[in-house]
């Protein structure tokens, strides 16, 4: 049954990071490329969109961790499920602090009510997204790892 979790885990845990490097280094350049005000549009949708669904999935994915850690404690590897749970929890105090309340004005925003600093605040969130990303692959890296 543990064998069953730490696939399982980790598989959630890499489909997030998945879905978040394709956010950072694929959909928002994406949308950068578009004509303002579409680009504008499209990641205040992404923003309603991911902001609904990935609360869940990271918290799912550090529950998931912290029961392997727990589950798996006198095993092999067991320390690197403890850091990758420690770093899956540093990416959401991160994701609480800076990225949320800059997704949640984001997300409202439209050609017509965008604050003049717009594009700083999209910079701004975006660099930061860079760091968790680098934080959740780190905890996926080492989840593989305890599998080995």
Same mark, same amino acid.
Not at 26 to 47: K, Y
Not at 82 to 93: F, N, Y
Not at 128 to 146: E, N, P, Q, S, W
């Given at each position: 049954? @543990? +064998?069953?979790?730490?696939?399982?885990?980790?598989? /959630?845990v890499?489909?997030?990071?998945?879905?978040?490097?394709?956010?950072?280094?694929?959909?928002n350049r994406?949308?950068?490329?578009? *004509?303002e005000?579409?680009g504008? @549009?499209?990641?205040?949708? =992404?923003?309603?969109?991911?902001?609904a @669904?990935?609360?869940?999935?990271?918290?799912?994915?550090? %529950? @998931?961790?912290?029961?392997?850690?727990?589950? =798996? $404690?006198?095993?092999?590897?067991?320390?690197?499920?403890?850091?990758? #749970?420690?770093?899956?929890?540093?990416? %959401?105090?991160?994701?609480?602090?800076?990225?949320? *309340?800059?997704? +949640?004005?984001?997300?409202? &925003?439209?050609?017509? +009510? $965008? *604050?003049?600093? &717009?594009?700083?605040?999209? +910079?701004? &969130?975006?660099?930061?997204?860079h760091?968790?990303?680098?934080v959740?692959? =780190?905890?996926? /890296?080492?989840?593989?790892? #305890?599998?080995a």
């Amino acid at each position: 049954m @543990l +064998n069953a979790l730490e696939v399982f885990t980790t598989v /959630t845990v890499g489909l997030m990071v998945g879905v978040e490097f394709s956010v950072a280094f694929v959909v928002n350049r994406i949308l950068g490329a578009l *004509p303002e005000d579409a680009g504008l @549009l499209g990641r205040a949708h =992404g923003g309603r969109m991911l902001g609904a @669904l990935m609360p869940v999935w990271y918290f799912t994915s550090l %529950v @998931l961790t912290a029961v392997w850690a727990v589950a =798996g $404690r006198h095993r092999p590897g067991a320390g690197l499920v403890v850091v990758a #749970a420690a770093l899956l929890i540093l990416s %959401v105090i991160m994701s609480v602090l800076l990225l949320v *309340p800059i997704n +949640n004005r984001g997300k409202t &925003w439209t050609p017509e +009510n $965008r *604050p003049e600093d &717009w594009r700083e605040q999209q +910079n701004r &969130w975006d660099r930061r997204h860079h760091a968790r990303v680098a934080v959740i692959i =780190g905890a996926f /890296t080492l989840l593989v790892a #305890a599998l080995a």
